[in-house]
């Protein structure tokens, strides 16, 4: 019985120990458990820090806080086709960097030179019509104002303390707005480049970042995300050379720009096309001496005069209208009209009204040639439908003078008209010139 008792006391503590063995062993897993996993998560955690930190470079902050930015500029100009016919046609793409709120854009001249219409890319998607409020042909800059308020701005730097071999990063739009906000980094290769581009020779800063066509006129940042440079060009029998126009001489011409009087009439330039608002014996870009008395024909011509009746008596005030020397600009309801001289030849009105149906283009295209829309034209480019109304300088006499008048008028009203109507009946879109609500 003794033995027996002791037998069965024997066997309960000995399953006693069993168990807070096995109690105490599945705690010791579970600790080493808990220890290994804490060990991956740390080793997780060090690694994505590691790895936040190789990301967070200045090429990539130049790309968030700069980028933004950078815009793509479009250059448009009405050119003669075979058929006699004036066709506005896009000439190049290029790039620009906004430097102030309220739609203040520093890009090439080359960008803009000569344009008839310039549309700036925003990277918001949206699309807007530009112009140009001062160019300078001798140092390649020129300054672009869209209207539209709190945008995204690129801060200056200093390129006087630039020194080779710190880094330079690029922002454009390279081969054209299909490649738009391309970032590229190098370094500054070489200062004081005195690079001839055409006739002139440029004192420019040398960077081995890629730099293609559509690049220009784009901006060059330093690490601090400052514009050191505005990118002009490469050269076409070299890999990684590529130049760009030093800050400090934007800034002239940014000074001269804040000075002028934008609502008065200027002077252009015969040679270079230079719009000049201040008396000057020899045009500041081309050095091209202008005609004397030039000046104090600033008044209105009697076509000037002529022409800002007629956009008065379509309810516009055709001092905000002016758009340059003989050329005006304004939205009559929801279409953008255009009144501009031509070769000192002709004058021109014309309205793009409307885009071209993704469907059934061939009910649009049947109106178009079907009906009689005398004396104006209907013409399409690529997708925009425009209206236009062309007549001589020299049909232009007092005999005529009422005529011609109202159908500058009208044609103002029909393009209200028409761009409507041909959304309605025919599907079409509004043009990305018109105003309208969505």
Not at 217 to 237: A, D, Q, R, Y
Not at 261 to 287: H, K, N
């Amino acid at each position: 019985m003794e033995r027996s008792f002791m037998k069965k006391t024997m066997n309960i503590f000995f399953c006693a120990l069993l168990g807070a063995a096995v109690l105490i062993g599945g705690c010791s897993d579970n600790n080493k458990a808990e220890a290994v996993k804490e060990q991956k998560t740390a080793a997780a955690a060090q690694k994505d820090a590691s790895l936040s930190g190789a990301r967070n470079t200045p090429i990539v902050a130049a790309a968030k806080k700069v980028g933004p930015a950078v815009v793509g500029i479009t250059n448009k100009a009405y050119v003669r086709d075979i058929f006699n016919r004036v066709q506005l046609t896009e000439r190049g793409t290029g790039s620009g960097v906004i430097y102030d709120k309220s739609g203040l854009i520093a890009t090439n001249n080359h960008v803009v030179e000569g344009a008839s219409e310039i549309i700036v890319s925003l990277t918001d998607g949206r699309s807007v019509k530009g112009k140009v409020l001062g160019a300078d042909a001798a140092t390649d800059l020129a300054v672009v104002k869209i209207d539209e308020n709190n945008l995204p701005v690129a801060d200056f730097g200093d390129s006087s303390t630039l020194q080779v071999g710190e880094p330079a990063i690029a922002i454009g739009n390279p081969l054209g707005l299909e490649f738009r906000g391309s970032v590229t980094a190098g370094v500054i290769s070489a200062l004081n480049r005195s690079i001839q581009l055409g006739e002139r020779k440029f004192d420019l800063i040398q960077t081995d970042a890629a730099i293609n066509p559509g690049n220009s006129g784009g901006p060059i940042f330093n690490e601090k995300n400052e514009v050191v440079g505005v990118t002009v060009s490469k050269l076409s029998n070299a890999d990684n050379m590529g130049f760009g126009i030093r800050v400090e001489a934007l800034r002239k011409l940014l000074e001269f720009v804040e000075a002028a009087d934008r609502t008065a009439f200027q002077v252009q330039c015969d040679s270079c096309d230079e719009l000049i608002s201040e008396e000057e014996e020899f045009c500041p870009s081309c050095g091209e001496k202008l005609p004397e008395g030039i000046f104090k024909e600033r008044e209105p011509s009697s076509l000037s005069t002529f022409c800002e009746r007629a956009i008065r008596e379509m309810g516009v005030n055709p001092i905000l209208a002016r758009d340059g020397y003989d050329s005006w600009t304004f939205h009559k309801g929801s279409s953008e009209v255009r009144i501009f001289v031509y070769e000192n030849t002709y004058l021109f009105a014309v309205s793009p009204i409307n885009l071209l149906p993704k469907k059934e283009v061939e009910r649009v295209l049947d109106y178009i040639l079907s009906e009689d829309f005398s004396p104006y034209k209907l013409g399409i480019e690529g997708r925009q439908i425009y209206i236009a109304y062309r007549v001589h300088l020299s049909d232009i006499t007092d005999a005529s003078e009422d005529e011609i008048l109202t159908n500058l008028v009208n044609l103002a009203l029909k393009a209200d008209e028409m761009d409507n109507m041909m959304v309605e009946e025919f599907g079409c879109e509004f043009s990305e010139y018109s105003k309208h609500e969505d």
